[in-house]
């Protein structure tokens, strides 16, 4: 049984810092394609970044420089920081997992999704 949770969402001001945890069971980290997405209600779920068994990462434009994607093997858990927080990052922030060595920047790539936690920025 694969699941996903995720926890750390919250309400910052504009300028501070979150950290979301996404703890994986059912399966191992380490050899997936793991990814965070974030959506606003009445848009598309959008790519925040992911993270291959190698540790590469991807991000979008929106987000580079001031997000940073990681795991921890060992305890199998992913985990997005996030710095320099804009009222736009306000979102439903998603984890998914894509248990496969290829990795994608497509939800539809993604076959596990946890229920997601909320970030709320203000200004």
């Known amino acids: 049984q694969v699941q996903l949770i995720e926890s750390g969402g919250g309400s910052v001001q504009a300028g501070g810092s979150l950290r979301l945890s996404c703890a994986a069971s059912?399966?191992?980290?380490?050899?997936?394609?793991m990814g965070w997405f974030r959506q606003t209600p009445g848009k598309e779920r959008e790519l925040v970044g992911n993270i291959n068994y190698a540790r590469r990462t991807n991000y979008a434009d929106s987000v580079k420089g001031r997000f940073t994607i990681s795991k921890d093997n060992a305890k199998n858990i992913l985990s997005l920081q996030m710095n320099s927080l804009k009222p736009e990052d306000t979102a439903m922030y998603y984890c998914?997992?894509?248990?496969?060595?290829?990795?994608?920047?497509?939800?539809?790539?993604?076959?596990?999704w946890g229920q997601g936690t909320q970030v709320t920025v203000s200004s």
């Open positions: 059912g399966f191992t980290i380490s050899s997936a394609c």
């Open positions: 998914a997992a894509r248990r496969d060595f290829s990795c994608s920047t497509s939800s539809l790539m993604f076959p596990s």
